[in-house]
């Protein structure tokens, strides 16, 4: 089974340097491109991998990069933009492999940006990623040193700067039109689409939004092409996945498998299965903002089409388990106080919906709570529903929220009737 | 047009457009907050969520945002769609989650848009237990109260603040539901548009803080439309009154003119009116020298009317009366004894100006064309401080440029993703001043020069753009470079405007102005001209024939006449001293008509009470050459009575004259220039349904207990002869014409945003029209062969500006909050007005000998004076910058003088 993405990474290990890296075969697919593909070809080749967004909503990338406008009447600057704000719950897959591969990201970059023919490239580094930051901007200015970065990059006549930007720490920098803003120095408030960033993004110019993991996978389709890539996965969605597991399993963590290898094996298998003690009661396939599955659902394969065929989203691929011994109304409050408390306030839905839902769940998880809040909750989870709000957070929070009641109403009930959580008991 | 489907019905609307214009437009009631018809849609509000089907077989459908939907062709909507109510319902119960049910005691009561939009998506019943966000409010200056926890983070503020505006000091500040609009620490706001603010916000976050200190709620307020005395731009208005004193001033919607907004100095200048200061009775003296006793006005007219039987009477005039005053002296006094009231200076730039926007080919432009100019050069203006509203407009005509070129991809009612989109892009917009401008941070070039400098680069633009008009000689490389850009980026626009004005006292300027705008005005293309001036009816006074104040002072010295009359006019403002004071000297009898006790009045032998705008009617002529009518908010009180009243009942036209409106029309009579002004206005006769328009709103209260000290009959209503307007809540509450609309109310609509129901469509003209008359239209196109030997421009350039050794030129320096006569008696602006100071160059103050915060001495004309002195880091040197008419330096400074200066020694 090959593992790309995670073939350098060694764990305990301080990553590659960039000599390192390179005699591995790194940068050998920039070398590659600059000087016998034009951007057009690059583009192609992801295009016909069928490498879809790694972030969460699954976007063919291909794709996305086709709507930038080429060529020489094109506006210029050009970005790209890395989306490196891991903050979903749950999620820790690109952390993975920013510090365990960072020049693997780096020759993502340039490969993707060059696609796009961008000037300049952000990699948008979530806040608490000290040791990220740090290996990042090494080995960037390594690169720099190389001559693989900067102007007139190996004589190819194609120019490209990469700066390290630390977020200022809040989740909705992490939604590729607020990452914009935050980029611009402006409040993280979403943009409305259309128009989409790849025809104006940072500071009103084209710009493409990608996720580590997505930019990471790129370097190995230029040097292998789309056959192989597309034979990497179990399903018709190419390559690998980096899954993750986090609750009540016996050994959490993140694996790179083939993409659509189901949830029974990355629990029972990688994750060792639950805890002694523990049921699993359900789970949240891609993170936080995903609907619940639940047990009936474990031979679902892992890849974008099944999880949504099965009611949810893969998202980021990074599965959060509920146990039987944890209260399932207390996991949802804790998500929708996250989601609430990271709202950027902008549109009403999701600052006011958000912060109602919160209260209600407070109340019923305090035993405080009335059978027609459970009521009110549903139809609040409905109205934060996608195409109501300005942006994908407050659809995201009702994700699991809708679904909870979907599946755990009766525990909800219990906490009215019982006037406190069965779980805590007083 | 495109046709949209509204519940399955058809209708017409505009294209370019989105759902929720198109909907308000054809009346619907669609609630929305963060959506404002001059700042359009952002999307974040959610309340105007509607149902949109893909066509007449989709039964399911999908709620879209209204305002964030193109009204395009075969588009299916309902609004009463059961999900889509649900949808709208549950929007309001969030934003209210954190509202406080304060309303009984919120300024905004009443004229509330979150009541309107409340109860007109039927939310009523709390069902959130939790506890509410509250806030720690800020003092943001004497103009706007905060009460931020009533706030429904609808961004409206911050995006007229800072996006429409530019203001820098107002932001949103932090997140979720805990948005806060504020400043980064209390202070005052630096936006000379913060009072806006009061009516962007739907709630009663941000209220008018002079209405809170003399506090009556919309319905008790009696109004009626009027027009701002506290510059030329003639911006309408909307004044309250309750129990005979002045409450509060709100914007009244002309599209031509102010729009939606009013500037501060506007909005807060009333109080004036209510000032202690007012001249309440007139005042008779006894002998030449002897105290002003009070006394009724049937005694002091049955003196006046002595006096004038007696007398050759000579009249000045004023250019912050109304036409109908004037003319009234004048017919009083006879055209060749009447003078405008204008300053020699003055008269002679306003005569200029009048002729350059009548004979020439460029139009004197409205406001809202300044808005829609593509590309604009200022020459000499600091509008900010001079015509504040201005500013605004030239703060719009900058995205012009830069939205069409974005405009094919987002459509520009799409606000957020244009501005998104055209970021820090600003059209080409050139200025030109001697002192820094507020405007100069958004300006393509601000370039800083003495005042013939400026003329010189207007020359020099103008012979570059064509080859018959002048050039100057001997102008400098920098200079020259500038020159080809502005003329290069104004000969390519599509509406491009020149700006300059008075306030700089020269007439270079104006000639350099008038030969840029006339050179664009050529095959076909018509430029735009924005001439300023200082006073509400500046441009009335220069239309009808009069001269200098000197002109009356001459017919004294030389015994032509013997006693004057001078019409709301503070001479001591505006005249040398020695000018005034003989003028005082050989009048046998002074008479003073005014509603302030000023100097002037304080010297009168008669001194008569006047009417201020608020309790007259009359038509000012606005710097446009818009003739507007406004009309008596509450009746003169007491002994007070309108200038006009007091001319006509002293003289032997007592009798000819019972209405505003018959002074008019005789003005029009002997002035054909005026004609029209009588025709743009409806008169006394004027009825609807046989009714006058009611100045009251139907929910009026304590008529009859308001006067129950005095007496516990109700007292009949005072009867209003000069306008179809009713002193009472008896009368037409609908739609009138627009000039004649006396509030913003429709059913349902309490707040400003009822405004929606009296336009064509929503942000577009009144139904009916804009209000005002123009008076000036350019004249027919210059020929493209200019008739040799004389082209039809300027000819003479100055030369190059070289101010006498030892000698500073003085240039006038405007303040929005001091420089106005009347607004500084306002305490909010009064508490705003910097102290009188002088400004240097720091290298004339490093050769002067003189610190920042040192003393200057000037030796003018007519005397010396010590001031303060304030570096101003580009002042050209040479020239000493003075502020005009703050307290202290009234009718001190004379543009164009040359002063000594020296360090003062320390006492």
Redesign the interface.
Known sequence: METPLTANIRSGHEPSDIDAYRKNGGYRAVLKALRSMSPAEVAQAVRDAGLKGRGGAGFDAGLKWSFVPMGSDAPRPKYLAVNADEMEPGTFKDRLLMEGDPHQLIEGAILSAYAIEADVAYIFLRREYRLAARRLRQAVAGVYHSGLLGRNIIGSGYSLDIHLHVSGG?Y?CGEETGM??AIEGK?ANP??K??YPQ??GL??KPTVVNNVETICNVPHIVNNGAPWFRELSHTDEGGTKIYGASGRVRSPGAWELPMGTTLNELIEEHAGGMQDGYKLRGLLPGGASTDFLTPAHLDVKMDFGSVEAAGSRLGTGTIVVLDDRSCPVGMVLNLERFF??????????C??????AV?LL??IEAGQGRMEDID?LE??AK?LGP????CALAPGAAEPLASALKFFREDFERHVHEKQCPWNRA | MVQIFVENKPYEVKPDQNLLDACLSLGFDLPYFCWHPALHSVGACRQCAVKQFRDENDTSGRIVMACMTPAANGVRISIDDREARAFRAGVIEWLMLNHPHDCPVCDEGGECHLQDMTVMTGHSRRRYRGAKRTFINQDLGPFVNHEMSRCIQCYRCVRFYGDYAGGGDLAAFSLRSQVYFGRHQSGVLESPFSGNLAEICPTGVFTDKSLKRHYARKWDLETAPSVCVHCALGCNTIPGARYGSLRRISNRFNGAVNGYFLCDRGRYGYEFVNSPRRLRQPLLRKGRSGPAAPVSATAALRRLREIISDSRVAGIGSPRASLEANFALRRLVGPAMFASGMSEGDWRLAQKTSRILKEGPARSVSLDEVRRADAVLVLGEDVTNFAPMLDLALRQSVRQMPVRETSGAIPPWDDKAMREAVQQRRGPLFIATPAPTSLDAIATTAWRAAPDEIARLGFMVASLLDKSAPAPAGLGSRERSIATAIAAALGEAERPLVIAGTGLGSEAVLEAAANVAWTLSAGGRTAGLCLTLPEANSMGAALMEGGPISRAVEAIESGSADTVVILENDLCRRAAPSLVENLFEKARHVIVIDSLINPTVARAGVALPAATFAESDGTFVSSEGRAQRYFKVMPPSGEVMESWRWLAAMGPAADAWRMVGEVAKDLENDLPVFSGISAAVYGAGFRISGQKIARQPRGYSGRTAMSADIGVAERQPPVDDDSPLSFSMEGFQGEPPPPLIPRYWAPGWNSVQALNKFQEEVGGPLRGGNPGRRLIEPAPGRPEQPPAPQPPFFNLPPAPFSPPAGRWLLAPLYHTFGSEELSILSPGIRQLAPAAYLALSQKDADDLGIGAGGIAELETATGFLRLPVRLAETLPSGVAGVPVCLEGLEGIVSPGEYVRIRAASRK
């Open positions: 809040r909705m914009l803003n409040r943009r409305s259309p128009p025809t104006s500071w009103g609430a408390r990271e709202s950027c306030g902008w549109c009403a839905p600052w006011g919906g958000l912060q109602f209260e407070t109340d009110l139809s609040l109205m195409g109501h709000t300005y």
